[in-house]
């Protein structure tokens, strides 16, 4: 019987430490402060003025209220590689309906900064937050006052 009640009790734990290093425990609306593409930056015209918004199951890119990306998320476990990330899985719904991708999200607990890396459709889950051939990541500011999506 004890041994059901530790087990219980570190189950418990590792439940808790999981839900706290989920980016989704602050679902919300982001800023996109930079980005990478295939290990390169990104031009800031091409991330300036996109916001990020997380809803329980769904992430939206927008720009001047116009939607750009849109995708259905599931979180499918911890990063065994990098403590307090998390893997990532997307489908897209807006503008090509059902491409998958893969990635990685994690957010620094202080400040709030998010980093989404994912791999485009046809590759494999990136292994960190370097982008390589194929890959995208881009930095995330935490909104004060969240942006809904209609």
């Known amino acids: 019987m004890r041994f059901l009640t530790g087990a219980v009790v570190v189950l418990l734990m590792v439940l808790t430490t999981l839900a706290q290093a989920s980016p989704f425990s602050v679902v919300g609306s982001f800023d996109v402060v930079g980005g990478q593409r295939d290990g390169e930056d990104l031009p800031k015209a091409e991330w300036e003025g ?44 807006i503008p090509k309906p059902g491409q998958k991708a893969r990635g990685l999200i994690e957010i620094e607990q202080k400040s709030g900064i998010a980093k989404l890396i994912y791999a485009l459709p046809g590759t494999g889950r990136p292994d960190d937050f370097e982008p390589g051939k194929g890959e995208l990541m881009f930095e995330l500011k935490p909104l004060a006052e969240p942006v809904s999506v209609e």
């Open 50 to 93: 996109l916001t990020v918004i997380f809803t329980k199951d769904t992430v939206v890119t927008v720009k001047d209220d116009n939607k750009l990306y849109a995708a259905k998320y599931r979180i499918v476990g911890a990063s065994s590689k990098i403590p307090g990330a998390l893997m990532i899985d997307m489908t897209s719904t």
